[in-house]
């Protein structure tokens, strides 16, 4: 015998919290083809060559690999084995992978599809990813996304459109005052490095590298923005240490402290950005793109923050960034995070052509909701009247009927086995009380004789003596 | 750069496959809820423990194992290694796989939660489950069942109901009369190798084993069943040449063949079961539970066959047995399959709970309406206008306008990037065009000026001069 378990970071949903994952999936999609998305759904299954690469070195080791079938060990050599180099026998012993999000599997659709597909080509999709990540709070390893991306237009609309979406499904789910949108745009942060190191007078003095040269390798870019990233965590001290410890001057960052330290609403943001960007084309190109798009944008009742800090993990965003962000509850960290990618299908040989996309975390936005009671009006079971089923004779009396409210499209149930005696009847009743059944229809000798039933509210204990077309009439 | 590709036995499916997918899945929701089943959803990853010895010998080699993460090979033994024992070495490296079907899973669930239901318990789920099988038409290795239990009652009301289900499900999808439901009864099947094992002369004669003594091995009753079920495909010779290789003597094998080659209607094939199990109590068991099944059924309207040869491959069923098998069509197999349980939950510790349910296959129902041709009145797209996008006075005089038909909820798109040249222009419509988009837009200067819009019916061609007022009215 084995003992019933889980395995670690996964989860059983019940219909209650069923229920309530569907409403706000069904909130995402209605919003989402408000504006013209279309699903998509990829198979959980992907071969590893498709996701290997796309998600940093950690993102490689939190992807889940499967083993081959057969004889899995048939290719490997066994000096390989011995030496017990896992890093290197893997790929020969597993060849496939779990979806890690829903943004890599996107891409290689769109390469696979490019000639049947009409750009812009807008696509959601609503389904699991799972990563081996050390399970915790508001942490699951298996867990859903709900991307959006348009893909084939430039248009900074398409931004516009996202943040729209992104404010029109949290006012829905009645979370719009709990939650801050934090957007920003990678070329203002490439100005931002870019100013700063023209400005570095120590940087040919002293061994110390310049923010110049930090920026020009892509992964050193990551270094930073990965950095800046963790301000709200660990503090601008903490930030500091970690910039100087990766060898940028103290110049330098003392220049970044000015810009992650300014405070101010969205206007002043820009006019303050403008002012200090004005020698970097790139970090002015930034700003342009952010006015362009808070011009389209109802501000004054969005609850929109421009975040000089906001920098985002992946390395392949280009423009615009956003993350959502909620306020006053114990959950930590995003809620929902995008941006704009200029060559994401590259990696599968499609270049050039340019996307925005974002991601709500419906694991994490359920979580919030249940904290702040925000699920008060999702009733789970659907059962309208649950017929008493008193003896065999009842059951053959009664089961027509049921049948018939069927298919009238009521949700009626009859219990499948006789009562028989008060016990056995008392077990009938708290099974209605417990699927939270309304009405109860009972059907004794009495009632069989008159053609009449007695129809009882459970809230209230009422009960009514019914013909069945008066009860089909209530329960429609 | 990768090739894009997906893995072997995988699919995609973009908008118009999900909404006919869609359309099935809702069917069957909705019919499981007007007879009081609710949701539950397991994790796809399960501890290969829960899944492990539930399948036989073949469904254990299908299983998709995961690779443990980090170091997996730390806990094997260097021996192993060089040995290169595949079978030994797979549990210590994988601990988890992916679900197979949805029946372990449940049983699992109904253990760790037994304390917290109310029994009888109904539940319907639908989600993929995974099988490293050989893909084929019709077999794919990423497929969706759907399965509806009733845990916790040995009424057969529960039988009576689910084939219910199944009747209404198919004569909503307009397949009823492309299908035949197989009924049977594992007792009946019982009781025939009983009453042939009695009569059998030849076995204490020979060394010929009866087949009483292959039903006393439970695993030998599973090689009867599977032979018996192969009927279909491999015809009567094949079957009695398998029995025989499995040494059930001659006359033993003859007298099976009088109940398989037994033709008769409903009625029919009840007395003829009657008379010939006079002596098997078992046997008689199973014909008085079909007989009491059928009296609630309304059998002259329903495709039901009693078949006798029907026996369903998986050890675990104790009862009726079910299947639903297309009729007319390229796809071979069935496309439902179920049964009643006496002791499913036992593996988990939980003893004495009877169960019954079935699955309907998505995919092969999906494969087999696709064939007939039945999802005529599917649409995909849901944007009901374009608005086209002249130049960027355009953009910005008609984007609040799209804004606002959004918030009434009405789906409409305005294309993202201004057109500024008649090529751009025939882009915008062969946008609407490919996306079936009923109604466009037209807003130039002319427009503008006289807070008039060109309306467009793409169909017919028929332009209309509309206001924004009478646009709403005509798209709500």
Redesign the interface.
């Known amino acids: 015998?084995?003992?019933?378990?889980?395995?670690r970071g996964?989860?059983?949903?019940?219909?209650e919290q069923?229920?309530k994952r569907q409403y706000i999936i069904n909130t995402i999609k209605e919003v989402y083809?408000?504006?013209?998305f279309?699903?998509?759904?990829?198979?959980?299954?992907?071969?590893l060559?498709?996701l290997t690469g796309k998600y940093g070195d950690e993102g490689d080791?939190?992807l889940?690999?499967?083993?081959n079938?057969?004889?899995?060990?048939k290719k490997t050599d066994?000096n390989m084995?011995?030496q017990?180099d896992?890093k290197k026998?893997?790929p020969v012993?597993?060849e496939?992978g779990?979806r890690y999000d829903l943004t890599v599997p996107f891409a290689?659709?769109v390469?696979?599809?490019r000639n049947d597909l009409?750009f812009?080509f807008k696509r959601y999709q609503i389904q699991?990813v799972?990563r081996?990540d050390r399970p915790q709070k508001g942490r699951y390893?298996?867990f859903y996304q709900c991307d959006a991306d348009?893909i084939g237009?430039?248009?900074l609309?398409?931004e516009?459109?996202l943040i729209?979406i992104i404010d029109?499904v949290y006012k829905k789910l009645g979370l719009l005052s709990n939650i801050s949108i934090k957007l920003n745009n990678r070329k203002i942060l490439q100005g931002i490095i870019k100013v700063i190191h023209t400005a570095d007078q120590s940087i040919n003095k002293s061994d110390k590298i310049g923010l110049e040269k930090v920026f020009d390798a892509d992964d050193k870019f990551t270094v930073i923005t990965v950095a800046i990233d963790k301000l709200d965590k660990i503090g601008l001290k903490g930030v500091n240490a970690e910039l100087a410890n990766r060898g940028i001057s103290e110049e330098s960052i003392n220049q970044l402290a000015t810009f992650l330290n300014f405070e101010g609403n969205v206007q002043e943001t820009l006019a303050f950005l403008k002012e200090k960007l004005a020698d970097s084309a790139i970090g002015l190109k930034g700003v342009e793109e952010m006015s362009t798009i808070l011009q389209?944008l109802d501000t004054d009742k969005m609850p929109i923050k421009l975040d000089i800090s906001l920098a985002r993990g992946l390395s392949y965003y280009t423009g615009t960034i956003l993350e959502v962000v909620p306020l006053g509850t114990e959950m930590k960290g995003s809620i929902n995070g995008g941006g704009r990618y200029d060559d994401l299908t590259?990696?599968?040989?499609l270049k050039g052509v340019s996307g925005v996309g974002f991601s709500f975390g419906l694991d994490r936005i359920y979580d919030v909701m249940e904290e702040l009671d925000l699920f008060k009006e999702i009733t789970?079971?659907?059962?309208k009247a649950l017929f008493i089923n008193f003896d065999k004779e009842c059951?053959a009396y009664t089961?027509p009927l049921v049948?018939n409210l069927?298919?009238e499209?009521?949700?009626?149930?009859?219990f499948?086995?006789p009562a028989a005696n008060g016990k056995k009847l008392k077990r009938q009743m708290?099974?209605a009380n417990?699927?939270n059944i309304p009405y109860v229809i009972l059907t004794g000798s009495t009632e069989k004789e008159s053609g009449l039933f007695s129809f009882k509210t459970m809230e209230t204990g009422e009960q009514e003596t019914l013909t069945i077309e008066a009860i089909t009439e209530r329960l429609k």
């Open positions: 015998m084995k003992k019933a378990a889980l395995a996964t989860r059983d949903f019940g219909p069923l229920a083809e408000l504006y013209g279309q699903p998509l759904e990829t198979p959980a299954i992907e071969n060559s498709t080791q939190l889940f690999k499967i083993l079938s057969g004889d899995y060990l066994t084995l011995v017990r896992f026998i893997m012993i597993a496939k779990l290689r659709y390469v696979m599809n009409s812009p699991p799972w081996a390893r298996e348009v237009s430039n248009s609309l398409n516009v459109e729209q029109m389209y590259s990696v599968f040989g789970t079971n659907k059962t059951q089961f049948t069927r298919k499209g009521i949700n009626v149930e009859i499948p086995e708290n099974y417990k699927k």
